[in-house]
């Protein structure tokens, strides 16, 4: 999986407290075509190992049904509302997940 997050910078100054920057609420999830594995016979698969969708858009064992992880594109609010109906098992904190999104951001913006 990998997330495509939006920020919009309009200041970078001299101080932390400068910094004004807009983090957009919507952004893009993009899936692998087939499941991870860490097996040596498919360490050289870029269908397991990569979200490129030129690479995944070639593989004849992908899936597009609906609800399923290797679908392609979803969007950030889609995989939200998945995981908010306890689809995901090791997820129990997503009211944290925007507040520390946001600290990584600043975060990056800073370095």
């Not at 899936?31 to 040596?40: I, K």
């Not at 969708?53 to 939200?80: D, H, I």
Request: net charge neutral; charged share 25%.
């Amino acid at each position: 999986v990998d997330l495509r997050l939006y920020a919009l910078v309009t200041s970078f100054g001299q101080e932390p407290s400068e910094l004004r920057a807009y983090l957009y609420t919507e952004g893009l999830v993009r899936f692998c075509s087939e499941a991870f594995s860490l097996d040596p016979a498919e360490l050289c698969n870029g269908c397991v190992h990569l979200t490129n969708n030129e690479v995944n858009a070639k593989n004849a064992k992908a899936t597009n049904r609906p609800g399923s992880a290797n679908c392609g594109n979803w969007r950030l609010s889609k995989l939200l509302a998945w995981l908010k109906r306890g689809q995901c098992q090791s997820c129990s904190d997503l009211e944290d997940l925007w507040p520390r999104i946001r600290r990584l951001v600043v975060d990056v913006l800073q370095a």
